[in-house]
């Protein structure tokens, strides 16, 4: 199997990439990372020693034409998995517009070039965010009609269109996973988990946005990958598969277990300004994924909870080493806001 990974040195695409390499032998990735503030090399130092010459690095954007294509030719590429994207949303508050250049006009790049060299299957990874937002009962199915409500959702939602067109007007074989809020080793500290435990982990006041009641589904990272891998084998061109943890908490919820987790008071907890536009539930029906590619999570939130913390426990050289000056400096404006 010849792959192409995009954005490989970011959370997810580093766990993938090792969730690949422990379950398959006979094949070859091409990580393609343009190696933003979140993408770190650092993520993938066993994995270069374990894959050897069956992985290559590049340093890139989606959104270059001559590279993808340049890559895609040379490297005769089956598939391509495209995890590449700006992800977080308050950044998409602070500045649209890498959003629109790496996720809108990236993901039309690469399914360009590949619609042209042709290959096998293209996953899109997106979320549950382009759904928009529920209330209190009900689950997004594949269904749901599309209502994002931040730049960074707008954006994925607008990939995902692009890539349906794809299908529709091209045949292109493209299958576009859905999935929940992912948590689990390397994940950058600017999303509400790290982050809990780096400023707990220092005494620092937690920012919780509003009254903390906003309701996430909570997925195990690793329990993502494997309904990715799941997709790669088994979905089918044109579809949309949903994937959850079954795991929904209030934000609230989620920073008492971490300050419980570190034996931290709760009074480190400060509610502050909320997020414009801040989506108040996301809850997953995945009963499709379930039916037709055999996906349930694994763990439990308890569970992959203590895993993750018992990673960033044993990792702290890793937490700090990434918080280079300009994450920061974007820090320090974003909370001199609130
Ligand atoms: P991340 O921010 O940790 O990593 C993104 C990676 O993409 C980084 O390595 C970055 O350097 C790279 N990148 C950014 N712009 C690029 C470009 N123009 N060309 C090439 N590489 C580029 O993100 P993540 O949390 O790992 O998310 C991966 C994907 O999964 C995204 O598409 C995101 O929308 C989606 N997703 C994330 C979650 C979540 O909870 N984190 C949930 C559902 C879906
Ligand atoms: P986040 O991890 O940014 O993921 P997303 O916005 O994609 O769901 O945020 C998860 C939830 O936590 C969301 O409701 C916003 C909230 N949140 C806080 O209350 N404080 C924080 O410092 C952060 C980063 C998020």
Redesign the pocket.
């Known amino acids: 199997m010849k792959i192409l990974v995009?954005?490989g040195?970011?959370?997810?695409?580093s766990n993938f990439l090792y969730y690949l390499f422990a379950k398959y032998e006979n094949l070859f990735v091409v990580n393609?990372?343009?190696?933003?503030y979140?993408?770190n090399l650092k993520n993938l130092s066993e994995l270069e020693k374990k894959a050897g010459k069956n992985y290559v690095f590049i340093r890139?954007?989606?959104?270059e034409e001559k590279l993808v294509t340049e890559i895609l030719h040379k490297y005769d590429i089956e598939y391509i998995i495209n995890?590449?994207?700006?992800?977080?949303v308050d950044r998409s508050i602070d500045n649209p517009y890498p959003f629109i250049?790496?996720n809108v006009l990236?993901t039309q790049n690469l399914l360009e070039c590949a619609r042209k060299k042709g290959i096998k299957k293209f996953i899109h990874?997106?979320?549950?965010e382009v759904y928009g937002s529920l209330g209190k009962e009900g689950k997004f199915t594949e269904n749901t009609p599309l209502a994002p409500n931040s730049p960074y959702s707008a954006s994925?939602a607008s990939a995902d269109l692009i890539c349906r067109s794809y299908y529709k007007t091209y045949n292109f074989p493209v299958v576009i996973t859905r999935?929940?809020?992912?948590y689990g080793p390397y994940?950058?500290p600017e999303?509400l988990i790290p982050l809990t435990f780096l400023k707990a982990s220092k005494n620092e006041p937690i920012p919780v946005y509003g009254k903390g009641e906003n309701i996430r589904d909570w997925i195990f990272v690793e329990d993502h990958c494997r309904g990715i891998d799941l997709a790669l084998s088994k979905g089918k061109p044109g579809k949309v598969y949903n994937f959850g943890g079954q795991a929904e908490k209030t934000n609230l919820e989620v920073v008492k277990a971490i300050l419980d987790f570190l034996g931290k008071p709760h009074t480190l907890i400060k509610f502050v300004q909320d997020r414009p536009g801040h989506d108040f539930r996301y809850a997953m029906d995945f009963s499709l994924a379930s039916k037709e590619l055999g996906f349930y999570p694994s763990l439990t939130f308890e569970q992959g909870l203590e895993k993750t913390l018992t990673w960033y426990t044993q990792n702290l050289s890793w937490i700090e080493s990434i918080l280079s000056g300009e994450y920061l400096e974007f820090m320090r404006k974003w909370y001199a806001k609130r």
């Open positions: 995009t954005g040195a970011g959370f997810i695409g393609l990372d343009k190696l933003t979140a993408g890139g954007g989606i959104e995890f590449a994207a700006e992800s977080h250049t790496t990236g990874i997106s979320t549950d994925k999935c929940s809020n992912n994940q950058f999303k």
